[in-house]
């Protein structure tokens, strides 16, 4: 009887083990095709990142390899004009008052000519870097400029450039006095 | 003898209870994760503001899609024999590279084109000329790139001459898809619902000629 529950128990750990292998979720499916838009980019902020990797993590690996590498990345954010109704919009005479939506990053473009590896360090028993490993570290970066934009200020430049565009645009239509104003409500990332 | 082999086998026992516990509270990596390679991360670094610019471009239409491209050259491998009908060849190596690529175009039109005399106000009444739509970036960032398949050694020249590739091929599918037309047609109606919010009775938008 003991003999059982031991093995039993030693069946269950194993069971364990091979349960632990976990799929990976897979990537969102991607909308492909056209699609309809009505954003009003009115900032672009160009940045330049240093990526800096060093994989000496894994103890079973005999040697280092490190890689530096450079990229220039190209943020813009803007208004979503879609956002914007009837009720949005006060006229009085040659007076016009406009609640826009806040500004939200629209997109961030590093071209593939934009990243450059400085200098790349691999020892006698590693290989070298491959083009997945590469892009998954620009990938890294990417995604850290992407979560820094609201530091970098974009946002408060795109909502002032907007401000301006739309005063201008309006003045000329033949407005005298333009208020233009933003809903308490923000809407940082996409 | 019995007794002896039990008393070990309790021990293997517990010793392997003691692991599982470990594991759930995540002391000790999964049996699974000991020989696993280790992700490479990035260091933060700082991020470098070297330019600032005032865009008007009001995107109507983008266009996603998805291209595999591939490139092959002679490598400095090991030649391999390839059998033929008049016996076997020697062959080079050859250096093989596959590339998924997802990619955004935008379409729209640019604004700030947009002069005085393009716009004529007469009391309610409006008539604007708009610049035509074109296409205002291509998005392929890292992130979109994929390397289905890699042998050999590649550098950075030919990998981005074959991602410039796809790129093109994007925006050519973008072309065949009318995405301009689609641009101009959406941006005469943005631009005219926006007018009529404001006030105006009668809107007439054209394009440049």
Known sequence: ?190 | MRKFLQKYLVLIVVVLAIIFLFQKINWLPSFKNIFKSQPVLIEKTPIIITEINTLSQLITVTFTDEIVMDTAKIGNGMPSLLPTAVGTILTPAIDKLVIIGRGKVLAGTDLKNIQDKDIQVTGDSIYLILPHAKILQTIMNPSDFETFDEKGNWDDKAVIALKSKIRNEINIHALQQNILQQADTRCKNIIETFLKNTGFKKVQIDLKN
Request: aromatic share 8%; with cysteine.
């Open chain 1, 1 to 190: 009887m003991r003999i059982f529950f031991l093995i039993t128990l030693f069946g269950l750990l194993l069971s364990n083990i091979n349960c632990s292998s976990k799929k990976e979720p897979s990537k969102m499916q991607q909308v492909l095709g056209l699609q309809k838009m009505s954003d009003l980019a009115t900032a672009e902020y160009v940045v330049t990142k240093i990526i800096k990797a060093n994989d000496n993590q894994t103890w079973y690996k005999i040697g280092n390899r490190k890689i530096l590498m450079s990229c220039k990345a190209s943020l813009v954010a803007g208004i979503d004009l879609s956002q914007l109704t009837e009720k949005d919009i006060k006229i009085d005479g040659e007076n016009v008052t406009i609640t826009l939506p806040h500004a939200k990053l629209l997109y961030i473009n590093i071209k593939p000519e934009d990243i450059k590896v400085a200098y790349q360090d691999v020892s006698l028993f590693r290989t070298n870097f491959s083009v997945q490993e590469k892009d998954n570290l620009a990938a890294q970066a990417e995604k850290q400029i992407k979560e820094s934009a609201d530091s970098l200020g974009i946002f408060l430049t795109a909502e002032t450039n907007a401000t301006l565009f739309i005063n201008n645009f309006l003045q000329k239509v033949g407005f005298k006095n333009i208020n233009i104003n933003f809903s308490p409500a923000k809407n940082l990332l996409q």
